[in-house]
């Protein structure tokens, strides 16, 4: 590791961040701490009048941590080592890889198997985790991750994967960023209960929804030219009455509700 290096991002991330998370505990913390409403109903209450149910919650007993990165820049050597495909690179950080001879995705059983084209053919493949598979399209996007919880919706950590009618892969894009630093260690995450009432108090859950999972990854809190922060962030994945699904995301230190524009993570048309 750059130790120089090191030092200079946390001290930029720092100063940026002493000044903007206070702001956002100020004038949010207070609204997303109170457990109770009107009468010292209890949450669990509150979520029963709409008839909003869960299952099992994630256990709030980890530490998490805010962490800052750079986007990665593909280098030569790098990319010399990818077998059986044609690369381009735009500014050095967004690459386009076309395969040569396509390459099959089933396994042995028959199923689509994602994982092994990634860490055989891709550069840190494995720090990849699928978000959103589209068979119509033949497309599949994947979010890279910290220590297994996801980036929620940055374009600079994301990978699209492409196939063909046979099941097997044809082109792929990639950005993502280098090595992570942790740091500002948080152990008052907002609770998953709490984080489930923030939507339903706000109005963002209708009556009746069902929420079907729950988990925790990062989403950009800071952009600092090259260098980006991170936020602990809750995903909560609902089902509505009728059957359709909706995702929310919430900032799991402030509790402020994030809206992702999924659109500007964008793709490349041949």
């Known amino acids: 590791m ?7 991002i946390f001290i930029v991330v720092f100063s940026i961040l002493n000044v903007f998370l206070y702001s956002l505990y100020v004038t949010q913390r207070s609204e997303t701490l109170n457990v109770k409403i009107q009468g010292n109903i209890s949450i669990e209450e509150s979520l029963g009048f709409d008839n909003i149910t869960y299952g099992e919650l994630p256990k709030n ?14 280098s030569e050597e790098e990319l010399l080592s990818l077998n059986n495909q044609s690369i381009e690179v735009e500014d050095g950080t967004h690459l386009y890889s076309t395969i040569k001879t396509p390459i099959a995705l089933k396994d042995a059983s ?32 994947f979010f890279q991750h910290v220590n297994g919880q996801p980036i929620y919706f940055n374009q600079n950590a994301t990978l699209t994967l492409y196939w063909n009618e046979n ?3 044809i082109r792929y894009e990639q950005r993502m960023f280098g090595e992570f630093v942790s740091f500002n260690r948080k152990k008052d995450l907002l609770p998953p209960l709490q984080a489930i009432n923030t ?3 706000r109005n963002y859950l209708k009556p009746d929804s069902k929420i079907l999972s729950m988990k925790l990854g990062y989403s950009t809190l800071a952009q600092l030219t090259k260098t ?6 809750w995903y ?3 089902e509505l009455s009728n059957g359709e699904l909706e995702d ?14 999924s659109e500007k993570i964008e793709i490349k048309e041949e």
């Open 2 to 8: 750059d130790w120089n290096k090191t030092k200079t």
């Open 61 to 74: 007993n980890e530490d998490s941590y805010f962490v800052s990165a750079e986007i990665a820049v593909f």
């Open 110 to 141: 028959g199923e689509i198997d994602f994982n092994a084209f990634l860490y055989e053919y891709v550069l840190n493949g494995e720090q990849y985790v699928l978000w959103k598979r589209n068979d119509k399209e033949r497309q599949a996007t």
């Open 167 to 169: 099941d097997e892969v």
């Open 199 to 201: 939507l339903n108090t």
């Open 228 to 233: 980006q922060v991170f936020a602990p962030t």
């Open 236 to 238: 909560i994945h609902v």
């Open 248 to 261: 929310y995301f919430i900032n799991a230190n402030d509790g402020k509700i994030i809206e992702f524009q």
